[in-house]
């Protein structure tokens, strides 16, 4: 009978992908502490020590995954771009109904920066340093093009069945949409102190939703731009204003100028 004792031992060997999980575990813990490290601090006060603390990780560890404190700051913006067009990608929107398809737009985007305001924050400390780190990213132009396509694919359905306006550039509705959801949550305290009203409350922010809707409803509907020519009210798209108003009655210019 052989001996047992003769057998070669082999070292129990510890599985690769358990090592990757582990790995990845570590990192996504770092970044998940980062960005509310520098949501809080800013790029400048939000330290590799701070952040490593928070991880509950060591400062090693950030340069091992991410090479410096501006990857790992770069990583962050990246992942938040990533989360909200990722969210985007999943809205339910039907574009042969390009109104209700508008509507469901305004509405994500406005709820989406109220319900992540590190988002908003976190853009506001990128702003501060002119966009110095973001530009450095190769991804974050992919995240953009998504939700400027939606809103093409909607506004080409709409004006395909002559409800919306034919002229209308994408990219501008989506600045108008971004705009009014991000100055909304970015300025919110302060508005609420200038304003005197509770800016948070649930029928402030409902209220504005509503109005931020039918804003951008009657921009890009067909009807109201041929009213609004027919009126002599407002100047044609992309004609020069000046030229417009030297062309109107005095009386129409005078009502214009009283509306600015």
């Known amino acids: 009978m052989a001996d047992s004792r003769s057998a070669p031992k082999t070292k129990p060997q510890r599985r690769t992908g358990v090592r990757e999980a582990a790995a990845q575990a570590t990192r996504d813990s770092i970044l998940k502490s980062a960005t509310k490290v520098f949501a809080k601090y800013g790029y400048d006060g939000g330290s590799v020590e701070k952040i490593s603390k928070a991880a509950k990780s060591y400062d090693r560890m950030i340069y091992y995954y991410f090479g410096s404190k501006e990857g790992l700051f770069i990583a962050v913006l990246e992942g938040i771009y990533k989360r909200m067009d990722d969210a985007e990608a999943a809205i339910a929107m ?93 300025n919110r305290h302060t508005l609420t102190a200038f304003l005197g009203e509770p800016m948070e409350s649930p029928e402030a922010v409902t209220h504005w939703e509503d109005f931020v809707i039918e804003t ?18 407002t100047p044609p798209p992309h004609e020069d204003t000046s030229k417009w108003q030297k062309s109107q009655p005095a009386q129409s210019r005078a009502r214009s100028s009283s509306r600015t």
Not at 120 to 133: A, S
Not at 140 to 166: M, P, T
Not at 218 to 224: F, G
Request: net charge positive.
């Open 216 to 233: 951008l409803l009657r921009t890009v509907r067909a009807d109201e731009l041929q009213e609004a020519q027919d009126n002599n009210t």
């Open 94 to 186: 039907d574009a042969t109904r390009p109104v209700e398809a508008l509507t469901e737009v305004i509405r994500f985007v406005l709820g989406y920066y109220r319900k992540n305001p590190e988002f908003v924050t976190l853009l506001n400390t990128e702003n501060l340093h002119k966009g110095r780190h973001i530009s450095k990213s190769l991804r974050a132009r992919e995240y953009s093009s998504r939700a400027v396509a939606i809103i093409a694919e909607i506004l080409a359905s709409g004006a395909a069945q002559g409800l919306f306006r034919k002229d209308l550039v994408a990219r501008d509705i989506y600045l108008l949409i971004a705009s009014t959801g991000y100055f909304y949550t970015s």
